[in-house]
């Protein structure tokens, strides 16, 4: 009998093709611009560079940051800034709204961390390992600040799975 190891971490189910994206676009901008420049007769060597440079600069701007939880903690990998924090420990949690609105995660260590909620939207996965977390770190009594905050969020990310299966069994 095989006895089980730790569970896989949970990621976010939609980044490869968010990745592939910013992979296409980089590779589109790279050639579109060699070809303009090719046609025009003014492709040299260090223009070929530039060239280059952007797109591995567009890629890096639309590459989105890779999200994962395991039991008590969750990550964000990006291009530049990785963090990671103990959601077992959290003391406090905040949203910011506006055009870019994320989340301010932060634990007993001293770790922050800024996250997309709608990542956690989008995989029940992520969501639940925060949850379980945020749960311990209530009855520790580490999360001090932004209880309501988190309520909401799951209480939008039920509504939102609740509308799914009712316009999937033709109810809604």
């Known amino acids: 009998m095989q006895g089980t190891g730790p569970s896989s971490p949970a990621g976010d189910r939609h980044w490869g093709g968010s990745a592939r994206l910013a992979l296409g676009c980089a590779l589109v901008f790279g050639a579109m611009t060699m070809l303009v420049d090719w046609d025009a007769s003014t492709l040299s060597p260090a223009r070929t560079l530039l060239w280059l440079t952007l797109s591995a600069a567009v890629f890096a701007v639309l590459l989105p940051p890779r999200v994962t939880a395991g039991p008590g903690w969750i990550a964000v990998r990006g291009p530049v800034?990785?963090?990671?924090?103990?959601?077992?420990?959290?003391?406090?949690?905040?949203?910011?709204?506006?055009?870019?609105?994320?989340?301010?995660?932060?634990?007993?260590?001293?770790?922050?961390?800024?996250?997309?909620?709608?990542?956690?939207?989008?995989?029940?996965?992520?969501?639940?390992?925060?949850?379980?977390?945020?749960?311990?770190?209530?009855?520790?009594?580490?999360?001090?600040?932004?209880?309501?905050?988190?309520?909401?969020?799951?209480?939008?990310?039920?509504?939102?799975?609740?509308?799914?299966?009712?316009?999937?069994?033709?109810?809604?």
């Not at 949203?95 to 961390?113: F, M, P, T």
């Open 81 to 172: 800034h990785r963090g990671m924090v103990r959601t077992d420990l959290l003391v406090a949690v905040q949203q910011y709204a506006g055009v870019s609105s994320h989340l301010v995660l932060r634990d007993a260590r001293g770790n922050c961390l800024h996250l997309d909620p709608r990542v956690l939207a989008a995989n029940p996965l992520l969501w639940h390992e925060l949850d379980t977390g945020m749960r311990r770190s209530l009855e520790r009594g580490t999360l001090r600040q932004g209880t309501d905050v988190l309520r909401r969020i799951g209480h939008r990310i039920d509504d939102e799975t609740a509308q799914a299966v009712l316009r999937a069994s033709g109810l809604s």
